[in-house]
């Protein structure tokens, strides 16, 4: 199984300030990650598939690099509705989820 | 748009089997192309791919819940459901069901959920 890990854990940030999300794979997933966000009460929600690619009605704030083991979610200026949970998750071999990230208010 | 609901009892007891129901509107299971999927999030942790089903019938399971996992199709009522045997207090835990694109657009992704339901396993 693909293990995933999210860092950090929890990060403090104020509105406008930039957040840098981090996920690494035990072994190579190529492109093949997606990140989602999840508000408390809510489904998941997809922002990035195959590592970089916006999904439907994301806004640009949102990106995503990396490749083979490490890979990187950037929200540029934070907004208030973007305080929330984000996980990573692979689909290289079979699906695994990350633990997650909570971005919350400093 | 398409949209899906679980539905479901919200409690089971040990060992028994719980079984929950997805229902697909605004657009037909049978149309193809989509892998449709049932996703658990523990109470407060990360969540857990359980397996897929393809309009067609052919599944796939999570290796780890494998022997207790059956998911079914019922396209008539543009249905999918999840059977999970043997049930603990471990699988207590906010059921989604999701679909995923396949060789779609956005490809093997979530990118339509369900909003969950609850179920909690006691006596």
Known sequence: EIVLTQSPATLSLSPGE?????????QSVS???????????????????DASNRATGIPARFSG??????????????EPEDFAVYYCQQRSNSFTFGPGTKVDIK | QVQLQESGPGLVKPSQTLS???TVSGGS?????YYWSWIRQHPGKGLEWIGYIYYSGSTYYNPSLKSRVTIS??????????????VTAADTAVYYCARAAGLLSPG????LWG???LVTVSS
């Open chain 2, 73 to 86: 199709v019922d396209t008539s009522k543009n249905q999918f459901s999840l059977k999970l045997s043997s």
């Open chain 1, 18 to 26: 930039r957040a840098t999300l981090s996920c690494r794979a035990s």
């Open chain 2, 115 to 117: 909003r969950g339901t």
């Open chain 1, 65 to 78: 690099s990396g490749s083979g083991t490490d890979f990187t979610l950037t929200i540029s200026s934070l």
């Open chain 2, 108 to 111: 093997w992704y979530f990118d």
């Open chain 1, 31 to 49: 492109s093949y990650l997606a990140w989602y966000q999840q508000k408390p009460g809510q489904a998941p929600r997809l922002l990035i598939y």
């Open chain 2, 29 to 33: 299971i049978s149309s193809g192309g």
């Open chain 2, 20 to 22: 929950l129901t997805c």
